[in-house]
């Protein structure tokens, strides 16, 4: 435990906050801070206090092409004016779309996670004062999903490039996948999921009820429209993702389990995304994969088609243990922590071959703060 206590408080900035990593993510991601806090609620609710505090005070205000800002929503990644010189140019001043004290927004998730963990720490803290402060940033959050993360207004959260230089993937599977050749804008299963649970938490956490029961009815719908279009019957398991033309993109991957948490799954759907996780394809000794591996672009080191995410399987082990799913929510928490034991520490990710044996990943950041905090996590529930 002191080993893992002491990775946290490394990565805490003096803002309170938690950075994503060391040595070469130094800084406030949105939706890893988001998710940290999240994990870490029951060891220490003030840190995501500070990094909904925080976050809030860097809210978009304006539409910005070249940093992806918009009004209402929150950053993707952001480091102050005062980061030091060698760490920058060692580790980010070659990423021209970067620049210090300006952040950027090339994320879709992080505005429903600001609004979901905002939830969770009321719930937690009961300190209510906190939305009354900052009632203004969690409409302007709100307002965001309905008027510009849904681009095309069917009901769904789409993301795409809007610089050259900036990300293509901007969900949490960010990089490049291009084997998978979907057209932007794209709306990412898992996105869904969070925007049903943001709109829910939303509509009791806004004082304006005209705007909350729009956020209901939204909510309603969506669950309903996500449930006809993003199911694939074919592999009786939700789809990855739709891209421009609203194809489909018909994969297994870990992406469906954060949706159990979340409410927008029927239950009948639930028993199936469950079993489906827990094939062999899927399950390794040491954790869910992100891609099957029967899938013909699967590679056991590929960052996200293929390999193990720590904090993956924690988002998926959330919504079993709140459905009831104990059994399999037992099976990823003792999977996860044997593989900090096999590795001597857990790393940012690492790969699982078709023999169940651990495999590093080579740059795989360490100490990572959502490796980290799912450690914590398991072993304080």
Known sequence: MNEI??????????????????PRFRGLFGRDSLIVAWQLINYDPSIAEKTLLTLASLQGTKEDIKTGEEPGKILHEYYPEETPDDWWKEHKEQIGWLKRGKPVYMSIDSTPLFLI???????????????????????SAIKWMIDYGDKDKD???????????????????????????MKPPIAIVEVQGYQYLALTVGSKMITNKNLAEKCIDRAKKLKTKFNKKFWSKKNNFYILALDKDKKPIDRITSNPGHLIFTGIVTKNKTDKIVKRLFQKDMLTKYGIRTYSSKEKEFETLSYHMGTVWPHDNWIIAQGLRQKGYNKEYNKIKKSILKAKKEIGFLPELYGVDTNNNIVKYRDACYPQAWASGSVLSFLLD
Request: proline share 1%; aromatic share 14%.
């Open 155 to 181: 009901l769904f959260l789409e993301y795409e490039q809007t610089s050259p230089e900036g990300l293509f993937h901007q969900a949490w599977k960010d990089s490049n996948m291009h084997q998978l050749e």
């Open 5 to 22: 206590y002491r990775e946290i408080e490394e990565l805490k900035d003096k803002r309170g906050y938690i950075q994503a990593g060391a």
């Open 117 to 139: 963990v905002f939830y969770i720490y009321l719930q937690k803290t009961k300190k209510y004062d906190l939305a009354k402060e900052l009632q203004e940033n969690i409409k």
